[in-house]
């Protein structure tokens, strides 16, 4: 293949795969995908090397990458990443829920961790390509849907502390079932007081592996102490809410305001997070961005002013808080169980993702 700038169209030929996973054995995955287990046959990758570009482009047989182990990725950790979903609608089509803005997304953290970035026609036909080479994979009914995770490593042989002169972008894609089997259940939160996620200045607005690796111990710390996740709180006074480890929060006020930490830099820009405000907005509810402190936090659900606390991210979609735990007691949320707006706004986004609601924002974009 010839080598291909980035300002030039790309393609994803496919080269099938010589052994797929049986049509039975895939069936049973299908029936009992979980999250994050199984992975389908093929995958997307492309190549870029400084002073040509990207190229290489070709839809591949699913496989273990071959790394030098001096590869950039392994030492400094130069990578990003991104998380989106393609949903079965009932009349067979495949569909992606805004996937442009994960490719700027993926873009801006490029930048930020000096990788090239990839050009949203490019990332969309990456995705694209692969979705419809193993279609097969995209699992129907209830909440399923294939997720998919396009990333970037830089896989340049140096030790120098530089910029990767030679870096893989591929996407991959593995089946997911609903996220509550059971039906949804609100999550107890840890609040850390010994780690905070990002500051001013460094990485927290990337969706890099870097901030999800320091966030283990403390998301060890959350198990630790029985809860589901742990929630972190801004680097500078130790005051103010930030997110989760992998989820933007909500608090609804018992007038139907809906409040949810302003980006400041150090909290990433989900784009669950910017639809949810939008389908609160159209929903009639009032739309705030701001800081919110802990002790507000605490004393807005003492007091009843605070109704419920809701948190939202790609895999669960939206993610009802049942309680709040730290050193210094625990507060429970309302009666624990989930809330009328946290309900409703998740009702409303699935069925819009799964094709069972109108598309008023052109958010909805068919892969197949």
Not at 20 to 27: D, F, G, L, Q, W
Not at 76 to 88: D, M, N, S, T
Request: with cysteine; proline share 4%.
């Amino acid at each position: 293949m010839s080598a291909t700038t980035t300002e030039t169209p790309m393609s994803f030929p496919v080269h099938a795969s010589a052994a797929p996973v049986s049509a039975e054995r895939r069936a049973e995955v299908l029936a009992d995908p979980g999250f994050g287990k199984h992975f389908t046959d093929h995958m997307a990758t492309a190549t870029w090397t400084r002073g040509t570009g990207w190229h290489d482009a070709a839809v591949v047989p699913y496989g273990p990458l071959q790394l030098d182990p001096a590869a950039a990725v392994l030492h400094y950790a130069q990578e990003v990443f991104e998380g989106l979903k393609a949903y079965r609608h009932a009349d067979g089509s495949v569909w992606s829920f805004r996937p442009g803005a994960n490719a700027a997304r993926l873009a801006r953290s490029a930048r930020r961790l000096a990788l090239p970035e990839v050009p949203e026609q490019m990332f969309l036909e990456a995705v694209t390509q692969l979705v419809r080479t193993d279609e097969a994979w995209v699992p129907s009914g209830g909440e399923s849907s294939l997720y998919l995770r396009p990333f970037m490593v830089a896989t340049e042989a140096f030790l120098g502390v530089r910029s990767a002169h030679e870096v893989k972008f591929l996407v991959i894609a593995s089946p997911a079932g609903s996220y509550f089997r059971g039906g949804v259940e609100p999550v107890s939160i840890w609040l850390t007081q010994d780690y905070t996620r990002a500051a001013f200045g460094g990485t927290g607005s990337a969706k890099c592996g870097g901030n999800y690796a320091a966030s283990l111990v403390a998301q060890d710390e959350a198990h630790d102490n029985g809860c589901d996740q742990v929630c972190f709180l801004d680097a500078a006074e130790r005051r103010y809410v930030e997110e989760l480890g992998g989820m933007n929060l909500y608090f609804v006020h018992d007038d139907g305001t809906v409040v949810t930490p302003e980006l400041t830099g150090t909290i990433l820009e989900g784009i669950t997070r910017a639809s949810i405000l939008q389908l609160a907005q159209d929903a009639g509810h009032r739309v705030v961005e701001r800081r919110v402190s802990v002790d507000e936090w605490r004393e807005g659900v003492a007091s009843g002013r605070i109704t419920e606390v809701f948190a939202c991210g790609t895999a669960a979609v939206v993610t009802p808080v049942g309680r709040l735990v730290s050193r210094d007691g625990e507060l429970v949320h309302g009666t624990g169980a989930t809330g009328e707006v946290t309900a409703s706004i998740r009702q409303q986004l699935l069925d819009l993702q799964h094709g069972r609601a109108e598309d008023r924002h052109g958010w909805m974009h068919r892969l197949l």
